[in-house]
């Protein structure tokens, strides 16, 4: 499949604050159509590498297999989300290394570089809203007993977030039970989408 040629012809601020900023992107589309678009621009990150890092842990016991998420606050959404480990990619880091940060700070497992597989190009968040993107990856780990997780290294601003297993199987009927509580993740809840479109068509 091809793609008309779309050309950006300029950018213009349209306000910022300490971590984002709006801006007005021009552009001619594939018919010479002048356009623009309003788009929320993250600062102080590694892009336009990638933004971020998004992890899905997998905790393998002898006789399960569970996922390991995180619940934190999103003034955002002025509510509590449901999501998968991530955090921003800093400056001068690989998405290797922030990948493998993230999750010790997160949720305390400290694993080898080598034990963690990152997709080889960043996926998109939201692309109607913003030119944010990440690194979307996976990790198993082997435990003996679910129970005994190892204490997150938290930031200062983590300051809500905790983390939550949950069982693979039946995966979403548990989202559906927790989201009597708070906001699940759309990565997350297509994750799930996933696993149970898995069984309707083999």
Known sequence: MSFSKVNVTGTKPLGAGQWLKLEQLDYIDGHGTQRSWERCVRKNTAAPLADAVDLQVFLKTPSETFMLFVVQYRPAIENYALEFPSGLIDSGETPLHAA???LREETGFDVPESSIHLGEQPVCYEPGLTNSTCFMGHVTIEMDDISKLPT???EEDEWSLRTVVLPIKDMMQHLTEWQTRCVV???VYSFAL????TRSYP
Not at 194 to 197: M, N, P, V
């Open 152 to 154: 997150p290294q938290l």
């Open 185 to 187: 993740d759309s990565r």
């Open 100 to 102: 493998r940060r993230e």
């Open 194 to 197: 996933g696993l149970a479109a």
